[in-house]
């Protein structure tokens, strides 16, 4: 196995993971994916909330980084709609919430909403894989 570079704070995950990133902007889209990346992990992108749960109908991920604000079905929306269907179905997906507009009390009313974690944008590579590394109990 090839050691895979990262922060100073934190060792990287334990193995390489396949993470739905829903973000609509194009910038935010390219920096997520190439943190990603430098972490050793894959981003796999989607424009909105709709979409992620189309995707995670279909697909197996690790972990999902949602945006809070997107068109079409919000972050928050999206979430919901991932904590209904854990109900009805079992399971339990690890979602971190991600939002531009950092409030004080933001990650304690994410997580009253059903979020894992929260990452303030803009988004930097310590405080992200910290922030994978402590949801998916990792260290």
């Known amino acids: 196995m ?9 060792a990287a995950a334990t ?3 396949k993470i739905l990133v829903a973000e609509d902007n194009l910038i935010n889209q390219r920096l997520v994916t190439g943190l990603l990346s430098q972490l050793g992990h ?3 992108v989607v424009s909105d909330g709709e ?9 197996r991920v690790d972990l999902v980084l949602m ?4 068109p079409n079905m919000d972050g928050l929306q999206a979430l ?26 933001d990650a304690a009313r994410f997580k ?25 109990g990792m260290r």
């Not at 979409?51 to 697909?59: I, P, R, S």
């Not at 990452?119 to 590394?133: G, H, Q, T, V, Y």
Request: charged letters at 25%.
């Open 67 to 70: 945006d809070v604000m997107m």
């Open 51 to 59: 979409k992620a749960l189309k995707c995670l109908a279909k697909m």
């Open 15 to 17: 193995r390489p993971l």
């Open 112 to 136: 009253k909403t059903g979020a894992d974690g929260y990452l303030a944008k803009p988004l930097e590579l310590d405080r992200l894989n910290a922030e994978i590394c402590r949801v998916l």
């Open 80 to 105: 919901a709609a991932i904590r209904a269907r854990e109900a009805a179905e079992g399971g339990h997906m690890p979602v971190i919430m991600a939002t531009a507009h950092d409030e004080p009390g």
């Open 2 to 10: 090839t050691s895979t570079p990262f922060p100073a704070g934190g």
């Open 42 to 44: 894959t981003g796999m």
